[in-house]
DNA sequence: CGTTCGATGCACT
DNA sequence: GTGCATCGAACGT
């Protein structure tokens, strides 16, 4: 495996739509207890201050996205409809609350223990992950169950500890496009979204 | 193909 | 009580 750097919390303390499509082709490892997946990020979105109505800081602070407002580099990992963590990198500076969601990811380590991890029991009693390689980090709520991430992770620093995102020693240049935000119902207004163009492994395109 | 809808927990009003 | 930064099964055409 060649060596791949963490990103420093430098990279993160700049323009959100900066850091969200620089952080396309970066690596995002995650080592649990029960073992270590990684994969490349394909898609991620923008979520920018308080004048953005997607943004949870929308309506200020609150204990909720606390983390937001704070130093960048850190986790902000939320639970949502009741069953999918969701993971952001925080970005911009003290003060100042913006995060990019990691939407998708190109599974590259650990990829068994990803299907462990997605597999799900049928009414037959079958157990196993019906889909692809590159469906088992296809959606923000898919990459975290794959890589064990829940809300043990929010908070913690992305440049160390089990958690991180690192540049890997190859990132070949990919073709990127920029869309609206996927599934919310305001600040459809906003191009936010990054992705790489054709990717199997980017969520909200047919199987 | 397409669209609808239930699951499921919690922050916030 | 309402509404989610979702997912996938279950429908209808």
Redesign the pocket.
């Known amino acids: 495996m060649p060596p791949a750097r963490p990103l420093p919390p430098s990279f993160y303390a700049r323009p959100t739509l900066q850091v969200a499509a620089d952080l396309i082709g970066m690596r995002l490892r995650h080592e649990a207890p029960d073992g270590t997946a990684a994969g490349v990020i394909v898609e991620v979105?923008a979520?920018i201050g308080e004048d953005d109505p997607?943004?949870?800081a929308a309506?200020g602070p609150?204990?909720?996205?606390a983390p937001?407002y704070g130093p960048p580099g850190l986790a902000?990992v939320y639970?949502?409809?009741?069953?999918?963590w969701?993971v952001?990198a925080v970005t911009e500076s003290d003060g100042a609350p913006a995060?990019v969601?990691i939407r998708a990811l190109e599974p590259v380590e650990g990829i068994d223990l990803m299907r462990a991890r997605r597999a799900s029991r049928r009414a037959s009693g079958d157990i196993g992950f019906a889909g692809t390689d590159a469906d088992l980090c296809r959606?923000?709520?898919?990459l975290t169950r794959a890589l064990g991430i829940t809300g043990t992770e929010n908070r913690q620093p992305l440049w160390e500890g089990p958690l991180r995102i690192e540049r890997p020693a190859r990132r070949p240049s990919r073709p990127v496009a920029w869309s609206p935000?996927?599934?919310?119902?305001v600040g459809q207004d906003r191009p936010w979204r990054a992705y790489v163009v054709g990717h199997p492994a980017v969520?909200g395109r047919?199987r």
């Open positions: 979105e979520y997607a943004c949870h309506a609150t204990a909720r996205n937001l902000y639970f949502n409809y009741g069953m999918h969701l952001n995060a969601l959606g923000p709520g898919n935000r996927i599934g919310i119902r969520s047919p």
